[in-house]
């Protein structure tokens, strides 16, 4: 069965630091891998998806992603935080060519951003 | 260009209890899916619908019922409800048939609380 682990409950990083958001994920193949956002009141938006190809992957808000296959992570990274990146994050994953599935969610990351 | 929207925002409910959490998006989406969301727990998937006229339990099904009405509407009906059901519901949609590994749009939840 598919699983994924976010190993840091939560996080402070101070504005202007790099950030580097932890995920592992257990899967027989390569999977699917997301990274969500929910800013505090909200709904999830995607920051960045893997699928195939490159495995350095950028996304919105100045975020980049690296999978890893022989750790089995897909960590989310960003040079500098702004306070504005003060959210939690969900990395996720899915099986392709498995249709009737669904995506299965990390417990989450929360971000502070300190000034 | 709505996206995803939910009804109602928030609801405080008496255990035994019944009501029905609506879920509409305008995107033309074909999967449509209910989520829950509690502390430390990340999201759970309730139930998904792949396309119009099907229905699938997700992970923790028990204590809920849907129904997609349409390709555009799918509701979470909650028939006596209990304390443990005390959460933030999310509704989200993909584009393809079954799609669990297309990018999901979510809404900006309905926080229900159960008495």
């Known amino acids: 069965a598919q699983s994924v682990t976010q190993p840091d409950i939560h996080i402070t990083v101070s504005e202007g630091a790099s950030l580097e958001l932890r995920c592992n994920y257990s899967?027989?193949?390569?999977?699917?891998l997301f990274w969500y956002v929910q800013s505090p009141g909200q709904g999830l938006q995607l920051l960045l998806k893997y699928f195939s190809g490159d495995t350095l992957v950028q996304g919105i808000k100045g975020f980049e992603a690296e999978f890893k296959r022989s750790q089995s992570s897909f960590n989310l990274r960003k040079p500098s935080v702004h306070w504005s990146d003060a959210a939690e994050y969900f990395c996720?994953?899915?099986?392709?060519?498995?249709?009737?599935?669904?995506?299965?969610f990390g417990k989450g990351t929360t971000l502070s951003v300190s000034s | 260009n709505a996206g995803v929207t939910q009804t109602p925002k928030f609801q405080v409910l008496k255990t035994g209890q019944s009501m029905t959490l609506q879920c509409a998006q305008d995107m033309n989406h074909n999967s449509m899916y209910w989520y829950r969301q509690d502390p430390g727990m990340g999201l759970r998937l309730i139930y998904y619908s792949a396309s119009e006229g099907t229905t699938d339990k997700g992970e923790v099904p028990n204590g809920y019922n849907v129904s997609r009405l349409n390709k555009r509407e799918f509701s979470l009906r909650l028939e006596s409800a209990a304390p443990s059901q005390t959460s933030v519901y999310f509704c989200?949609?993909?584009?393809?048939?079954?799609?669990?590994?297309?990018?999901?749009?979510f809404g900006p939840g309905t926080r229900l609380t159960v008495l």
């Open positions: 899967y027989g193949a390569t999977p699917y």
């Open positions: 996720a994953v899915g099986a392709p060519n498995q249709a009737g599935t669904a995506l299965i």
């Open positions: 989200a949609s993909s584009e393809s048939p079954g799609g669990v590994t297309d990018t999901q749009y």
